[in-house]
């Protein structure tokens, strides 16, 4: 078996990180990712999709990231369903992430690109489940 996604997009806000009651870190975000073609007015849609990291990668997330970051992210889809308030039943679609690359520098800093260009990973250890 193989799960394995790489996507390249923005932020369409900023991350929310928060802990679960064990005091585990996790951030979640989404990601707008372009098409590969355009739309019949020549322009190009965007897929929106949704974003988790875990623990020391949920931290980084949370406290560097913010809505308009390029990044590039690694890691694998998971479907998981789930009742809502009213009784229905729901599913969500969202990659875990094991590996986040930073593509370009925050909007407040004159520095270079390259300075912020650098890759976080978490150990497959240290994935909660």
Not at 12 to 41: H, I, K
Not at 69 to 92: P, S
């Amino acid at each position: 078996m193989f799960n394995k996604i790489i996507l390249i997009g923005r932020l369409t806000r900023d991350p929310e990180l928060r802990y679960t009651p064990q005091g585990v870190p996790v951030a979640s975000f989404t990601l707008a990712v372009d098409r590969p073609f355009t739309n019949a007015q020549g322009q190009r849609d965007a897929d929106f999709v949704d974003c988790v990291a875990w623990r020391k990668l949920g931290e980084t997330v949370g406290n560097h990231l913010t809505k308009g970051r390029l990044v590039a992210v690694e890691g694998r889809l998971q479907i998981r369903g789930y009742t809502a308030q009213d009784g229905n039943k729901r599913r969500v679609a969202e990659v875990i992430i094991d590996t986040l690359r930073f593509l370009d520098a925050p909007k407040s800093s004159p520095s270079s690109v390259a300075a912020h260009n650098h890759e976080v990973t978490i150990p497959p250890d240290d994935v909660p489940f």
